[in-house]
């Protein structure tokens, strides 16, 4: 008797753990990307006392923008005009000029500059 409830136990316990149906078939990944998600390519750049700063070129639906992270604090700003030497980016008191290797961040007359960190 002992026999025979242990068999139909496990028996049972078995065939509740299996699934059934095709367990070749995967399963579809609903998630999607939105269009309107940003791109965004991020640079570390290096100030002339030493810290760095994360750098984010960015182009979302309502236009281009740069986005410069340090100290946990993060500004971001709208694109602006395109001159020959490079990017110029504004918004209320803050004007960025961005060249390949050089970001300079004009903030009410003050002037910080950042070079691109080696090997980015």
Not at 3 to 19: D, F, P, R, S
Not at 39 to 44: A, D, G, I, L, P
Not at 89 to 110: A, C, F, K
């Amino acid at each position: 008797m002992k026999k025979l409830i242990i068999i139909l136990t496990t028996a049972v316990l078995t065939a509740c753990g299996k699934e059934s149906g095709n367990t070749g078939v995967m399963k579809e990944d609903t998630a999607t990307v939105s269009a309107d998600t940003p791109k965004e390519t991020t640079y570390r750049y290096v100030a002339e006392d030493g810290s760095s700063a994360h750098v984010a070129f960015g182009e979302a639906t309502e236009g281009k923008y740069i986005s410069i992270r340090s100290n946990n604090k993060t500004i971001r700003v709208k694109h602006d005009s395109q001159t020959d030497t490079g990017d110029v980016y504004r918004e209320h008191d803050i004007t960025v000029t961005s060249n390949d290797s050089l970001v300079v961040i004009d903030q009410g007359g003050t002037l910080i500059e950042l070079k691109k960190a080696r090997g980015q």
